[in-house]
Protein backbone atom coordinates (compact mmCIF):
# COMPACT_ATOMS: atom_id res chain seq x y z
CA UNK A 1 0.00 0.00 0.00
CA UNK A 2 3.12 2.30 1.20
CA UNK A 3 6.16 4.01 -1.21
CA UNK A 4 9.21 1.86 -0.46
CA UNK A 5 10.60 4.79 0.63
CA UNK A 6 8.71 4.69 3.67
CA UNK A 7 10.27 0.87 4.85
CA UNK A 8 13.18 3.16 6.01
CA UNK A 9 11.67 5.86 7.64
CA UNK A 10 11.89 5.98 11.54
CA UNK A 11 10.38 8.83 13.41
CA UNK A 12 13.30 11.21 14.84
CA UNK A 13 14.01 10.03 17.97
CA UNK A 14 14.61 14.57 19.02
CA UNK A 15 11.67 14.61 18.36
CA UNK A 16 10.19 11.71 20.53
CA UNK A 17 12.15 13.00 23.25
CA UNK A 18 10.60 16.51 22.80
CA UNK A 19 7.43 14.84 24.02
CA UNK A 20 7.96 14.00 27.57
CA UNK A 21 10.52 17.30 28.07
CA UNK A 22 7.27 19.52 29.11
CA UNK A 23 6.36 16.72 32.10
CA UNK A 24 6.69 19.13 35.29
CA UNK A 25 10.62 18.84 36.57
CA UNK A 26 12.28 17.55 33.78
CA UNK A 27 15.73 18.93 32.52
CA UNK A 28 16.45 18.59 28.99
CA UNK A 29 19.54 18.77 27.61
CA UNK A 30 18.36 17.18 24.56
CA UNK A 31 16.59 19.26 21.84
CA UNK A 32 18.38 22.60 19.90
CA UNK A 33 15.83 24.53 21.70
CA UNK A 34 16.37 28.17 22.55
CA UNK A 35 15.65 29.66 26.23
CA UNK A 36 12.17 30.23 26.89
CA UNK A 37 13.38 33.78 28.32
CA UNK A 38 15.03 34.27 25.08
CA UNK A 39 11.61 34.10 22.58
CA UNK A 40 10.59 37.81 22.35
CA UNK A 41 6.95 39.17 21.94
CA UNK A 42 4.79 40.09 19.49
CA UNK A 43 1.99 42.57 19.54
CA UNK A 44 1.48 43.76 15.96
CA UNK A 45 -2.06 43.62 14.29
CA UNK A 46 -2.47 41.20 11.04
CA UNK A 47 -3.01 43.22 7.84
CA UNK A 48 -5.56 41.34 5.96
CA UNK A 49 -3.50 41.28 2.76
CA UNK A 50 -1.17 38.80 4.56
CA UNK A 51 -3.75 36.45 4.89
CA UNK A 52 -3.74 35.72 0.92
CA UNK A 53 -1.83 33.17 -0.88
CA UNK A 54 2.41 34.68 -1.90
CA UNK A 55 5.18 34.04 -3.71
CA UNK A 56 6.63 30.28 -3.55
CA UNK A 57 10.13 32.45 -3.46
CA UNK A 58 8.89 34.44 -0.04
CA UNK A 59 8.06 38.15 0.53
CA UNK A 60 10.38 40.37 -1.27
CA UNK A 61 11.53 42.70 1.91
CA UNK A 62 12.39 39.80 3.34
CA UNK A 63 14.52 38.04 0.31
CA UNK A 64 16.02 41.40 0.19
CA UNK A 65 16.81 41.85 3.58
CA UNK A 66 18.34 38.18 4.11
CA UNK A 67 20.45 39.40 0.64
CA UNK A 68 22.22 42.31 2.18
CA UNK A 69 23.11 39.86 5.27
CA UNK A 70 24.25 37.58 2.76
CA UNK A 71 26.08 39.43 0.38
CA UNK A 72 27.85 41.10 3.93
CA UNK A 73 29.01 37.38 4.30
CA UNK A 74 30.58 37.30 0.82
CA UNK A 75 27.91 34.89 -0.65
CA UNK A 76 27.33 35.63 -4.06
CA UNK A 77 23.17 35.78 -3.52
CA UNK A 78 21.17 38.62 -5.12
CA UNK A 79 17.77 38.91 -3.57
CA UNK A 80 16.73 37.13 -7.03
CA UNK A 81 18.64 33.82 -5.68
CA UNK A 82 16.96 34.07 -1.78
CA UNK A 83 14.23 31.64 -1.00
CA UNK A 84 12.28 31.96 2.36
CA UNK A 85 12.15 28.44 4.06
CA UNK A 86 9.32 26.96 6.41
CA UNK A 87 12.50 26.28 8.48
CA UNK A 88 15.45 25.64 7.47
CA UNK A 89 14.58 21.98 7.75
CA UNK A 90 12.85 22.35 4.55
CA UNK A 91 15.42 23.00 2.89
CA UNK A 92 17.21 19.89 3.60
CA UNK A 93 14.00 18.29 2.09
CA UNK A 94 14.32 20.32 -1.23
CA UNK A 95 18.17 19.72 -2.00
CA UNK A 96 17.89 15.93 -0.92
CA UNK A 97 14.40 15.83 -3.57
CA UNK A 98 16.82 17.71 -5.84
CA UNK A 99 19.80 15.30 -5.25
CA UNK A 100 18.87 12.23 -4.35
CA UNK A 101 17.78 8.62 -5.69
CA UNK A 102 18.05 5.84 -3.94
CA UNK A 103 22.12 5.18 -4.06
CA UNK A 104 22.92 8.13 -4.68
CA UNK A 105 26.20 9.26 -2.52
CA UNK A 106 26.34 11.97 0.01
CA UNK A 107 29.25 13.06 1.65
CA UNK A 108 28.52 14.36 4.85
CA UNK A 109 30.30 15.24 8.49
CA UNK A 110 30.86 11.80 10.98
CA UNK A 111 28.64 12.39 12.94
CA UNK A 112 26.58 14.92 11.30
CA UNK A 113 22.51 16.55 12.31
CA UNK A 114 20.52 13.48 12.44
CA UNK A 115 17.65 15.11 11.29
CA UNK A 116 19.74 15.47 8.16
CA UNK A 117 20.54 12.03 7.99
CA UNK A 118 16.45 11.27 8.43
CA UNK A 119 15.57 13.05 5.20
CA UNK A 120 18.82 12.25 3.16
CA UNK A 121 18.01 8.40 4.34
CA UNK A 122 14.47 8.71 3.66
CA UNK A 123 15.07 9.44 -0.59
CA UNK A 124 17.61 6.78 -0.54
CA UNK A 125 21.19 8.30 0.08
CA UNK A 126 24.17 6.42 0.77
CA UNK A 127 27.03 8.13 2.90
CA UNK A 128 30.57 8.69 3.05
CA UNK A 129 32.63 10.75 5.10
CA UNK A 130 33.13 14.19 3.44
CA UNK A 131 36.58 14.69 5.71
CA UNK A 132 38.12 11.39 4.23
CA UNK A 133 36.70 10.38 0.67
CA UNK A 134 37.45 11.19 -2.48
CA UNK A 135 34.90 13.55 -4.12
CA UNK A 136 34.85 12.72 -7.50
CA UNK A 137 31.90 10.94 -8.69
CA UNK A 138 29.83 12.11 -5.52
CA UNK A 139 26.97 14.76 -6.47
CA UNK A 140 26.34 16.48 -2.98
CA UNK A 141 28.47 17.27 0.10
CA UNK A 142 26.19 18.32 3.03
CA UNK A 143 28.10 20.09 6.06
CA UNK A 144 27.09 22.15 8.83
CA UNK A 145 30.83 23.85 9.62
CA UNK A 146 30.21 26.72 11.61
CA UNK A 147 29.44 25.37 15.49
CA UNK A 148 28.30 21.96 14.14
CA UNK A 149 24.98 20.06 15.59
CA UNK A 150 26.32 18.02 17.17
CA UNK A 151 29.80 18.35 18.15
CA UNK A 152 29.99 22.08 18.85
CA UNK A 153 33.15 22.46 16.47
CA UNK A 154 34.04 25.52 13.56
CA UNK A 155 36.06 24.41 10.93
CA UNK A 156 39.28 26.37 10.73
CA UNK A 157 39.98 28.71 7.75
CA UNK A 158 42.10 25.79 5.95
CA UNK A 159 39.71 23.09 5.96
CA UNK A 160 37.11 25.60 4.47
CA UNK A 161 39.43 26.57 1.68
CA UNK A 162 40.31 23.01 0.97
CA UNK A 163 36.68 21.95 1.06
CA UNK A 164 35.72 24.39 -1.61
CA UNK A 165 38.79 24.06 -3.71
CA UNK A 166 38.21 20.29 -3.91
CA UNK A 167 34.12 20.56 -4.43
CA UNK A 168 35.12 23.45 -7.76
CA UNK A 169 37.15 20.53 -8.98
CA UNK A 170 35.26 17.48 -8.52
CA UNK A 171 32.08 19.43 -9.42
CA UNK A 172 30.64 18.23 -6.26
CA UNK A 173 27.60 20.40 -5.01
CA UNK A 174 28.26 22.14 -1.39
CA UNK A 175 24.79 22.60 0.73
CA UNK A 176 26.38 24.94 3.50
CA UNK A 177 23.71 24.42 6.44
CA UNK A 178 24.30 27.70 8.82
CA UNK A 179 21.90 27.62 11.65
CA UNK A 180 24.06 28.58 14.53
CA UNK A 181 26.61 31.06 13.13
CA UNK A 182 25.67 34.47 14.78
CA UNK A 183 25.41 32.48 18.12
CA UNK A 184 29.89 32.54 18.44
CA UNK A 185 31.32 32.93 21.98
CA UNK A 186 34.79 32.81 20.69
CA UNK A 187 36.30 34.21 17.75
CA UNK A 188 36.62 31.55 15.10
CA UNK A 189 36.62 31.69 11.23
CA UNK A 190 32.66 32.25 9.95
CA UNK A 191 33.45 33.13 6.26
CA UNK A 192 31.06 30.92 4.57
CA UNK A 193 32.44 27.84 2.37
CA UNK A 194 29.86 28.92 -0.85
CA UNK A 195 31.78 32.50 -0.34
CA UNK A 196 34.95 30.85 -2.05
CA UNK A 197 32.82 28.82 -4.77
CA UNK A 198 32.39 31.54 -7.45
CA UNK A 199 31.46 29.44 -10.40
CA UNK A 200 30.48 26.30 -8.27
CA UNK A 201 27.33 24.90 -7.68
CA UNK A 202 26.28 25.81 -4.02
CA UNK A 203 23.64 25.77 -1.36
CA UNK A 204 23.97 28.10 1.27
CA UNK A 205 20.55 28.33 4.28
CA UNK A 206 20.56 29.62 8.03
CA UNK A 207 17.56 30.21 9.96
CA UNK A 208 15.55 32.30 12.50
CA UNK A 209 15.09 29.34 14.68
CA UNK A 210 18.19 30.08 16.69
CA UNK A 211 18.41 33.79 17.31
CA UNK A 212 14.28 34.18 17.24
CA UNK A 213 11.59 32.31 17.38
CA UNK A 214 11.30 28.18 16.19
CA UNK A 215 7.49 28.10 16.34
CA UNK A 216 7.55 30.58 13.02
CA UNK A 217 9.28 28.16 10.94
CA UNK A 218 11.05 30.19 8.87
CA UNK A 219 14.34 29.90 7.57
CA UNK A 220 16.40 31.07 3.89
CA UNK A 221 18.48 29.52 1.36
CA UNK A 222 20.41 31.04 -1.65
CA UNK A 223 21.76 28.78 -4.76
CA UNK A 224 24.05 29.16 -7.27
CA UNK A 225 22.19 29.89 -10.86
CA UNK A 226 22.52 26.17 -12.00
CA UNK A 227 19.98 25.14 -9.07
CA UNK A 228 18.07 28.24 -7.60
CA UNK A 229 14.94 27.54 -9.67
CA UNK A 230 14.71 23.83 -9.88
CA UNK A 231 14.52 24.60 -6.23
CA UNK A 232 11.77 26.73 -6.26
CA UNK A 233 9.62 24.55 -8.31
CA UNK A 234 9.98 21.73 -5.87
CA UNK A 235 9.05 24.08 -3.08
CA UNK A 236 5.42 25.11 -5.30
CA UNK A 237 5.38 21.69 -5.18
CA UNK A 238 5.72 21.09 -1.30
CA UNK A 239 3.93 23.50 0.38
CA UNK A 240 3.52 26.48 -2.34
CA UNK A 241 4.75 29.10 -0.18
CA UNK A 242 5.71 29.83 3.43
CA UNK A 243 3.30 31.63 6.33
CA UNK A 244 3.83 35.26 5.51
CA UNK A 245 2.62 36.47 8.68
CA UNK A 246 5.71 34.83 10.20
CA UNK A 247 7.90 36.65 7.24
CA UNK A 248 5.79 40.16 8.23
CA UNK A 249 7.28 39.58 12.32
CA UNK A 250 10.69 37.84 11.35
CA UNK A 251 11.16 40.89 8.71
CA UNK A 252 10.09 43.83 11.38
CA UNK A 253 12.37 42.06 13.74
CA UNK A 254 15.39 42.21 11.91
CA UNK A 255 14.99 45.39 10.08
CA UNK A 256 14.36 46.82 13.73
CA UNK A 257 17.55 49.39 14.48
CA UNK A 258 17.51 46.92 18.02
CA UNK A 259 18.34 44.06 16.14
CA UNK A 260 22.04 44.27 16.63
CA UNK A 261 21.80 44.53 20.30
CA UNK A 262 19.56 41.50 20.66
CA UNK A 263 21.60 39.32 18.85
CA UNK A 264 24.57 40.93 21.27
CA UNK A 265 22.54 39.94 24.22
CA UNK A 266 21.70 36.68 23.37
CA UNK A 267 24.84 35.50 22.59
CA UNK A 268 26.24 37.42 25.62
CA UNK A 269 23.36 35.26 27.70
CA UNK A 270 23.43 32.06 26.07
CA UNK A 271 28.11 32.11 26.80
CA UNK A 272 26.74 32.55 30.40
CA UNK A 273 24.82 29.41 29.93
CA UNK A 274 27.85 27.59 28.01
CA UNK A 275 29.95 28.85 30.81
CA UNK A 276 27.56 27.60 33.68
CA UNK A 277 27.36 24.30 32.12
CA UNK A 278 31.33 23.93 31.95
CA UNK A 279 31.07 24.06 35.63
CA UNK A 280 28.77 21.64 36.12
CA UNK A 281 30.21 19.46 33.61
CA UNK A 282 33.52 19.68 35.59
CA UNK A 283 32.36 19.31 39.02
CA UNK A 284 30.62 15.73 37.93
CA UNK A 285 31.95 14.04 34.24
CA UNK A 286 35.39 14.98 35.27
CA UNK A 287 36.80 11.16 34.94
CA UNK A 288 33.21 9.86 32.90
CA UNK A 289 33.77 11.74 29.87
CA UNK A 290 36.41 14.38 28.15
CA UNK A 291 35.01 17.14 25.55
CA UNK A 292 36.62 20.51 23.65
CA UNK A 293 34.60 23.24 25.01
CA UNK A 294 32.10 24.75 22.23
CA UNK A 295 33.42 27.82 20.86
CA UNK A 296 29.56 28.49 19.64
CA UNK A 297 26.40 26.75 19.07
CA UNK A 298 24.21 25.20 21.49
CA UNK A 299 25.61 21.58 22.06
CA UNK A 300 28.38 19.84 24.22
CA UNK A 301 29.85 16.87 22.77
CA UNK A 302 30.49 14.03 25.37
CA UNK A 303 32.96 10.79 24.69
CA UNK A 304 32.70 8.15 27.49
CA UNK A 305 36.07 7.10 29.17
CA UNK A 306 33.92 3.62 29.00
CA UNK A 307 31.90 3.42 25.84
CA UNK A 308 28.58 2.51 26.44
CA UNK A 309 26.04 2.55 24.18
CA UNK A 310 24.20 6.25 25.51
CA UNK A 311 20.49 5.03 23.78
CA UNK A 312 20.61 2.02 26.76
CA UNK A 313 20.38 4.80 29.42
CA UNK A 314 17.70 6.98 27.85
CA UNK A 315 15.00 5.66 29.72
CA UNK A 316 16.38 5.82 33.27
CA UNK A 317 17.64 9.16 32.75
CA UNK A 318 13.99 10.32 31.55
CA UNK A 319 12.77 8.52 34.39
CA UNK A 320 15.12 10.38 36.71
CA UNK A 321 13.52 13.47 34.80
CA UNK A 322 16.74 14.39 32.98
CA UNK A 323 16.61 14.08 29.24
CA UNK A 324 19.93 14.03 26.48
CA UNK A 325 20.49 13.06 22.87
CA UNK A 326 22.41 10.06 22.71
CA UNK A 327 25.22 10.54 20.45
CA UNK A 328 24.97 7.06 18.29
CA UNK A 329 22.08 8.87 16.32
CA UNK A 330 24.21 11.20 14.53
CA UNK A 331 26.09 8.66 12.86
CA UNK A 332 26.00 8.57 9.01
CA UNK A 333 27.37 5.13 9.66
CA UNK A 334 27.87 2.18 12.59
CA UNK A 335 26.87 3.99 15.37
CA UNK A 336 30.04 6.02 17.14
CA UNK A 337 29.54 3.99 20.35
CA UNK A 338 30.14 6.06 23.99
CA UNK A 339 28.64 9.57 22.89
CA UNK A 340 26.33 11.96 23.72
CA UNK A 341 25.22 15.27 22.85
CA UNK A 342 24.18 18.24 25.53
CA UNK A 343 21.86 20.94 24.84
CA UNK A 344 23.50 24.04 27.36
CA UNK A 345 20.87 26.76 25.67
CA UNK A 346 17.28 25.67 27.66
CA UNK A 347 17.78 24.78 31.20
CA UNK A 348 18.82 27.01 33.78
CA UNK A 349 22.26 27.16 35.68
CA UNK A 350 21.00 25.32 38.63
CA UNK A 351 18.68 23.20 36.68
CA UNK A 352 21.74 22.31 34.83
CA UNK A 353 23.88 21.55 38.30
CA UNK A 354 20.94 18.93 38.87
CA UNK A 355 20.56 17.16 35.55
CA UNK A 356 24.35 16.72 34.68
CA UNK A 357 24.46 15.50 38.86
CA UNK A 358 22.06 12.81 38.04
CA UNK A 359 23.18 12.46 34.34
CA UNK A 360 26.65 11.65 35.79
CA UNK A 361 25.30 8.91 38.87
CA UNK A 362 23.41 7.06 35.93
CA UNK A 363 26.63 7.03 33.71
CA UNK A 364 28.74 5.76 37.25
CA UNK A 365 25.96 3.06 37.96
CA UNK A 366 26.09 1.36 34.21
CA UNK A 367 29.97 1.66 33.83
C1 LIG B 1 22.13 21.80 11.53
C2 LIG B 1 20.67 22.09 11.54
N1 LIG B 1 20.04 22.32 10.38
C3 LIG B 1 18.73 22.59 10.34
C4 LIG B 1 17.98 22.65 11.49
C5 LIG B 1 16.51 22.93 11.38
O1 LIG B 1 16.21 24.19 11.87
P1 LIG B 1 14.87 24.98 11.53
O2 LIG B 1 14.05 24.12 10.62
O3 LIG B 1 14.21 25.24 12.82
O4 LIG B 1 15.31 26.23 10.82
C6 LIG B 1 18.58 22.43 12.73
C7 LIG B 1 17.78 22.45 13.96
O5 LIG B 1 18.19 22.11 15.03
C8 LIG B 1 19.97 22.14 12.76
O6 LIG B 1 20.61 21.89 13.89
Known amino acids: MFSQRIDGLRPSPIRSILNV ?30 LQYGRSEGEPELRAAVSDSLRALGVDA ?17 TAKLFVDPGTT ?19 AEFADIATSALERVPLGYVVPTFANPTGACMSETERD ?21 LAYEPCDRTPIVARMVGGTWIYQGSFSKTFAPGLRLGYLAASEDLFEHLVAIKQATDLHSSRLSQRIVFDAITDPGWPARLAGLVSFYRSRRDAFEGSLRRHFDGLATWDTPPGGLFY ?6 PIDTRTLLADAIENRV ?14 IGTMRLNFSHASADDTERGLRTLARILARAS
Request: with cysteine.
Open 21 to 50: IERPGMVSFAGGLPATDALPSWSGAVPPAL
Open 78 to 94: PPERVMILSGSQQGIDL
Open 106 to 124: VAVEYPTYLAALQVLRFYG
Open 162 to 182: RLAETCLRTGTAVFEDDPYRE
Open 301 to 306: WLRLQR
Open 323 to 336: AFMPGEEFSPGQPD
